[in-house]
T-cell receptor, first 109, second 114 residues
Framework: GENVEQHPSTLSVQEGDSAVIKCTYSDSASNYFPWYKQELGKRPQLIID?????GEKKDQRIAVTLNKTAKHFSLHITETQPEDSAVYFCAAPTGKLIFGQGTTLQVKP | ETGVTQSPTHLIKTRGQQVTLRCSSQSGHNTVSWYQQALGQGPQFIFQ???????GRGNFPPRFSGLQFPNYSSELNVNALELDDSALYLC?????????????FGNGTRLTVT
């Protein structure tokens, strides 16, 4: 069936470094790609999303890039801070919004 | 603006029992989706309700059922509970039944089946 693959499953960076998380999707009809951040014991919260009519979107230290031909999209976090430590989920619509397995990001001070 | 609220926050049930989880959608939202999140996993889509009708279902057995009410609040019912049903159940509301509408999640109900 349709699915969303997310890599890596864990990522550890030093404060100030950049972090990149990648997702691939299988449904070529997908046209909306959100990223959610989930802190321990809290709800997933939307941090950025992109629609298929653009290739890149940026919001301060966070950016998302989309390659529709290759069917993958990536989350980029620059100048990471300890408060960026959380689990990040990508998602893509394949009928309904389907989530990746998550990436645990640890930012070491 | 009132966000998505879920109740109860925690629940412990015994295998074979039935459970009902409740969700109030964010004001202005007419669509509710339910997700199951096992520990260390991504949310798995259970089903979605749009204007009181089921509007899509994931790979879950019929013992998972739901309702949406005229005020767009929703219930998730699970019959014949199994140990593997232990998970965080997340409700999310959105402003339309379209798959490209941003989801706003509640804090979830932590269900433990013993």
């Amino acid at each position: 069936g349709e699915n969303v693959e997310q890599h890596p499953s864990t990522l550890s960076v030093q404060e100030g470094d950049s972090a990149v998380i990648k997702c691939t999707y299988s449904d070529s009809a997908s046209n909306y790609f959100p990223w959610y951040k989930q802190e321990l014991g809290k709800r997933p919260q939307l941090i950025i999303d992109i629609r298929s009519n653009v290739g890149e979107k940026k919001d301060q230290r966070i950016a998302v890039t989309l390659n529709k031909t290759a069917k993958h999209f990536s989350l980029h976090i620059t100048e990471t801070q300890p408060e960026d430590s959380a689990v990040y989920f990508c998602a893509a619509p394949t009928g309904k919004l389907i989530f990746g397995q998550g990436t645990t990001l640890q930012v070491k001070p | 603006e009132t966000g998505v609220t879920q109740s109860p926050t925690h629940l412990i049930k015994t295998r074979g029992q039935q459970v009902t989880l409740r969700c109030s959608s964010q004001s202005g939202h007419n669509t509710v989706s339910w997700y199951q999140q096992a520990l260390g996993q991504g949310p798995q889509f259970i089903f979605q309700y749009y204007r009181e009708e089921e509007n899509g279902r994931g790979n879950f057995p019929p013992r998972f059922s739901g309702l949406q009410f005229p005020n767009y609040s929703s219930e998730l019912n699970v019959n014949a509970l199994e140990l593997d049903d232990s998970a965080l159940y997340l409700c999310a509301s959105s402003s339309s039944g379209l798959e490209n509408s941003p989801l706003h999640f509640g804090n979830g109900t932590r269900l433990t089946v013993t």
